[in-house]
Antibody, heavy 119, light 108 residues
Framework: QVQLRESGPGLVKPSETLSLACAVS?????????WGWIRQSPGKKLEWLGH???????YYNPSLESRVSLSVDPAKNQFSLRLKSVTAADTAIYHC?????????????WGAGASVSVS | IVLTQSPGTLSLSPGATAALSCRAS???????LNWYQQKPGQAPRLLIY???TRATGIPDRFSGSGSGTDFTLIIRGLEPEDSALYYC??????????FGPGTKVEIK
């Protein structure tokens, strides 16, 4: 059973960079899935940040593209998120996710989420 | 693309049928419309993909339909455990993934 677990600081100062990692267990990250990040604001809005393939090909939400970057580390079986120049509006729960892409595109595995406050 | 969900909140009795609407600002392929359920304190989980295919382990009380810009999630025989937020999500338009604001279902 595939499990995802987020890790990283729970508090980030404004203008600094938010960095989170997602450890994948139960499956190799080099399989045919996208690995990505979705955040949920305190108001419960869900926002897709982007996803990455194990080759390093990444797709980002255009609204955040200038500030977000994803990376993948097959040796550690994990992937990471960096969001620079954060503001209070970036306060959210950040979920790492797996996206199935074989016939349909849907998010079928979610991490429990990491709560990040910008203050 | 903007997804709009209605109603915002649905309060129903056990055993009733819930109809949740998801409308898109432009056409969405039936292959690219999914539904998720989120219970308090939990991450969302996949309910329906490709408009009408139930995800693994999802009971047949849940069904999805629709095309173009109008999609519907139906929950029959509501149970207390169905109390949750329900989100529709589209794939393919910019941004690649986007979600509706959610419908809260309350079972009273």
């Amino acid at each position: 059973q595939v499990q995802l677990r987020e890790s990283g600081p729970g508090l980030v100062k404004p203008s600094e960079t938010l960095s989170l990692a997602c450890a994948v267990s139960g499956q190799s990250i080099t399989t045919d899935y996208y690995w990505g990040w979705i955040r949920q604001s305190p108001g419960k809005k869900l926002e897709w940040l982007g996803h990455i393939f194990h080759s390093g090909s990444a797709y980002y939400n255009p609204s955040l593209e200038s500030r977000v970057s994803l990376s993948v580390d097959p040796a550690k079986n994990q992937f990471s998120l960096r969001l620079k120049s954060v503001t209070a509006a970036d306060t959210a729960i950040y979920h790492c996710v797996r996206t199935d892409k074989k016939w349909y595109y849907y998010i079928d595995v979610w991490g429990a989420g990491a709560s990040v406050s910008v203050s | 693309i903007v997804l709009t969900q209605s109603p915002g909140t649905l309060s129903l009795s056990p055993g009733a049928t819930a109809a949740l609407s998801c409308r898109a600002s432009q056409g969405v392929s039936v292959s690219n419309l999914n539904w998720y359920q989120q219970k308090p304190g939990q991450a969302p989980r996949l309910l329906i993909y490709g408009t009408s295919t139930r995800a693994t382990g999802i009971p047949d009380r849940f069904s999805g339909s629709g095309s173009g810009t109008d999609f519907t999630l139906i929950i029959r025989g509501l149970e207390p455990e169905d109390s949750a937020l329900y989100y529709c999500q589209q794939y393919g338009n910019s941004p690649l993934f986007s979600f509706g604001p959610g419908t809260k279902v309350e079972i009273k």
